[in-house]
């Protein structure tokens, strides 16, 4: 009998955004989204770690992340949160039986939500 | 006025262990026959070794699902005007998910049994109202229900890319419709490879040539799953 064609490394083409429609946008945005805030957890830890080396070297970090590629790289945390987190509230409800049948209105309705913080988020960060 | 087309079929080809390749035939159609009627075609007049699946041509089998141009497409039904256009290409290859038993054809006997173990009915009382499960007992004339069981619910899942167990979007569909959901059946769809499995791509429902909406059905689903565990703890009946 021919063999099955599933294998753990297929998970790579869940990333494949080809001939997909909208709830497969959805679902690989989340993936991303979930996958840079949780490498995005990592670091934020071992950076609280330098607290423990000294009012010096506190200092000297957050001059650092004062610097715009770092204020780039929150904006990028905080557009993955806004993402992750009003997609995850449409998962949640439509998970349970609830607008099932509006996934793709609710999608673009959270998704323009969170595009409108990102853009207010950039102003307040970059101009203050 | 019929019109024609100069088309290029690119054909999945695999043979037992052999490495698979694509095999090209240009061919001149009419742009409102189907994608099937070509491969038919190549099969008659170029290559009697292309194996391939079908038999009713006319959406009511299931058997004649595969992937044209990338997106999972009951053939038979799919005219070449709605996937390329003059001079362009039309790529088959099999439905993913399933094991290729040669070319285009693929081995859904597995598909087949989990359909029958959650209890999906192939025919339905005329009463039966597909979308919100209703039943008229009183009602003695049947029709085929929505699922034709064509699997490219499953081909189109990412979930049941990355492993066999899941029992994919059609089965909990089928589990969801039958509405029987007995000890048996729940053991099978309330557990880690059934309704839980699913990660809310709707990319079934996108190709579900039938209007099943087998995402809405796993969700719904899901909802009788906790409404009975809510009942179980309560003790209500
Ligand atoms: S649910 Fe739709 S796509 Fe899936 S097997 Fe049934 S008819 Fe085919
Ligand atoms: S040949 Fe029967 S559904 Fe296409």
New binding site residues.
């Given amino acids: 009998m021919a063999e099955h064609p599933q294998k753990p490394a297929n998970l790579i083409k869940w990333f494949d955004p080809r001939n997909k429609s909208l709830g497969s946008w959805a679902f690989i945005l989340n993936r991303i989204t979930g996958l840079g805030l949780t490498v995005y957890l990592f670091l934020h830890l071992i950076m609280l770690g330098q607290l423990a080396r000294g009012p010096e070297a506190y200092d000297g970090f957050i001059a650092l992340v004062k610097n715009p590629i770092f204020l780039a790289g929150e904006l990028l945390v905080i557009a993955a949160a806004l993402i992750h987190g009003l997609n995850g509230i449409r998962i949640g409800i439509t998970s349970f039986g609830i607008a099932g049948g509006k996934q793709k209105q609710l999608f673009i309705g959270l998704m323009t939500v969170a595009v409108i913080a990102i853009v207010y988020f950039a102003i307040r960060m970059f101009t203050h | 006025m019929t019109q024609t087309w100069t088309v290029t079929y690119e054909i999945f080809r695999k043979k037992g262990n052999q490495a698979s390749h694509y095999d090209r035939f240009e061919m001149k159609v009419d742009p409102d026959e189907y994608v099937l009627d070509g491969i038919e075609r190549i099969w008659a007049f170029n290559d009697r070794s292309l194996v391939f699946s079908h038999a009713c041509h006319h959406s009511t089998c299931?058997a004649c699902?595969m992937l044209v141009n990338g997106v999972?497409k009951?053939t038979c039904i799919t005219p070449i005007r709605s996937v390329t256009k003059d001079g362009g290409v039309i790529r088959v290859e099999p439905m993913r998910n399933f094991p290729v038993i040669s070319d285009l054809s693929v081995d859904m006997t597995v598909f087949y049994q989990r359909m029958e173990s959650v209890g999906h009915q192939p025919v339905v009382s005329n009463g039966f109202e597909d979308s919100k499960g209703k039943f008229d007992p009183e009602d003695d004339l049947l029709r085929l229900s929505?699922?034709?069981?064509?699997?490219?619910?499953?081909s189109?899942c990412p979930i049941a890319l990355t492993t066999p167990a899941y029992l994919g979007?059609?089965v909990l569909?089928?589990a969801q419709q039958s509405g029987d959901l007995n000890p048996c059946v729940l053991d099978l769809v309330d557990s880690e490879n059934g309704a839980w499995r699913c990660h809310s791509a709707y990319e079934?429902t996108e190709?579900?040539?039938?209007?099943?909406d087998?995402a809405w059905r796993i969700m719904d689903l899901r909802k009788k799953l906790v409404s009975r565990r809510i009942k179980k703890f309560f003790g209500i009946k």
Avoid at chain 2, 146 to 154: P, Q, R, S, T
Avoid at chain 2, 207 to 212: D, I, R
């Fill in positions: 299931g699902g999972e009951l929505d699922c034709i069981e064509c699997g490219l619910c499953i189109a979007p059609a569909a089928g079934c190709v579900c040539p039938s209007h099943v087998p």
